[in-house]
């Protein structure tokens, strides 16, 4: 039969020659293919002189017919070709592939072109997105975009990151969550609306924190967050069963189950439970420090309860929580967005998911009561005072929407980025980031 003519190209990962023959390797997006180069004397001369100066790197097109080695490796036996990119830089070894973290995050490209599992990860990365948004639009919610630019900034507890509108000549801030305007959505008669944006907070870069990072927020109408528990253990198993075929990750030392009921404890509870500590029966900041300095823990002076509280919770409860588990009914203080218990004046309807050892959601049943949202706002700012006025404002905006009715509803933040470290296996936030922010070099 006759043998196919095809075009081929792609970036060259080996060459090698043998006598007058030289087979050279070229990959693309789609994978890899073997090129051969027969009795190079037949080529004309500057075709011959391009072949001695490929370096692997270099990006070349092919036109030739199919063959098949001794081996069975079906190789596209070349009749001319022309360079299409010539590589200046020497690329990493292929076979001592490139193993120099501060090089893979520096300069991504290299990383994707020589490690296959990097370039997987954020295959999977971009399929999981895909699989919320799906699980999402099929329940009827709507995806929705809000402002990054903001005149305060507000829906959670970080510094913001401050810039300048020059035609306003005003200060703006960029979003630390989305939360705020999505409930103004959801007072408009949006009754599920979510969105999956950036979200900038400007702290410390760790392991799990990158200073600008993806949320997905999502808010429905008449409900609860125990219909909000139940959706988030149902998205995530699903996800995981759509993109992965299963719902048990390996994360580390550790196999983790995402499938539905996760198990379920109070803060409470699982303070209690990991650090032997009653939080309730010391209800001032005084009495929570000295009870925590009489166990050696160290505690910063200036913490107030709430802070205190979110110390034990990260200090002894998170790292324990390796399967997925809901940390449920926090203290008001911590707070100032959730919906009190009915009857339990000072514990709210919030939980917070953890797996792996990290938090990976934030969910409560929203405070709709402006009045009671007001003193919430004021008793917070009172806590700030010392700290930068200005950036700490009461959101009148917001009061006003609320002014004119909220629904019940369920509020949900997840961190793409986490959940993603856990369906691919990576023990840090940088490896999930395309392109994560690093200190200066030098």
Do not use: C
């Not at 994707?112 to 639009?137: C, H, W, Y």
């Not at 009827?140 to 402002?147: I, R």
């Not at 997905?216 to 149902?234: F, G, I, R, T």
Request: a negative charge.
């Amino acid at each position: 039969t006759q043998a196919e003519e095809v075009s081929v190209a792609g970036r060259i990962t080996a060459v090698r020659r043998m006598g007058k023959s030289s087979f050279v390797d070229i990959s693309d997006g789609s994978g890899k293919m073997q090129l051969l180069f027969q009795d190079t004397d037949g080529l004309d001369e500057k075709l011959r002189n391009l072949l001695k100066d490929l370096d692997i790197g270099d990006i070349i097109g092919a036109q030739g017919k199919v063959l098949r080695t001794k081996s069975g490796e079906p190789t596209v036996r070349v009749d001319d070709f022309t360079l299409l990119a010539k590589s200046l830089q020497p690329l990493p070894e292929k076979w001592h592939g490139l193993s120099d973290t501060e090089t893979r995050y520096r300069q991504r490209y290299l990383d994707l072109i020589a490690n296959p599992e990097t370039k997987n990860a954020f295959k999977v990365r971009s399929q999981v997105i895909s699989a919320i948004r799906q699980f999402l639009n099929e329940r009827g919610f709507l995806e929705v975009e809000t402002p990054v630019l903001q005149p305060s900034a507000g829906g959670a507890l970080a510094q913001p990151f401050v810039t300048h509108h020059q035609a306003l000549g005003r200060d703006l801030y960029l979003r630390i969550a989305l939360e705020l305007h999505l409930k103004r959505l959801i007072v408009g008669g949006f009754d599920k609306v979510y969105e999956l944006g950036r979200t900038f907070r400007n702290e410390g870069i760790s392991t799990q924190h990158n200073p600008e990072f993806t949320m997905l927020e999502s808010y429905q109408a008449y409900a609860d967050y125990h219909d909000v528990m139940a959706m988030l253990e149902e998205m995530v198993s699903q996800v995981s069963q759509q993109v992965l075929g299963t719902t048990e990750v390996k994360f580390g030392e550790d196999t983790i189950d995402f499938k539905p009921p996760w198990k379920r404890l109070s803060l409470r509870d699982a303070v209690r439970e990991y650090s032997d500590i009653d939080f309730v029966k010391y209800p001032t900041a005084d009495g929570l420090r000295g009870k925590m300095r009489s166990m050696n823990i160290e505690v910063d002076p200036h913490k107030n309860w709430a802070k205190l509280v979110d110390e034990l919770l990260k200090t002894f409860v998170r790292p324990g929580l390796i399967q997925p588990t809901f940390v449920l009914d926090y203290p008001v203080s911590m707070s100032p967005l959730a919906k009190s218990k009915p009857g339990e004046e000072r514990v709210v309807e919030r939980f917070q998911a953890f797996a792996g050892g990290m938090e990976i959601a934030n969910a409560y049943t929203e405070l709709n009561d402006p009045i009671e949202q007001r003193e919430r706002f004021t008793e917070q700012l009172k806590e700030r005072q010392g700290e930068d006025e200005e950036r700490w404002t009461i959101d009148e905006d917001f009061l006003l929407a609320l002014e004119y009715g909220m629904p019940p509803t369920g509020g949900l933040g997840v961190g793409i980025d986490r959940l993603v470290m856990l369906l691919t296996n990576q023990p840090s936030i940088r490896e999930v980031i395309l392109f994560p922010q690093l200190k200066e070099r030098g």
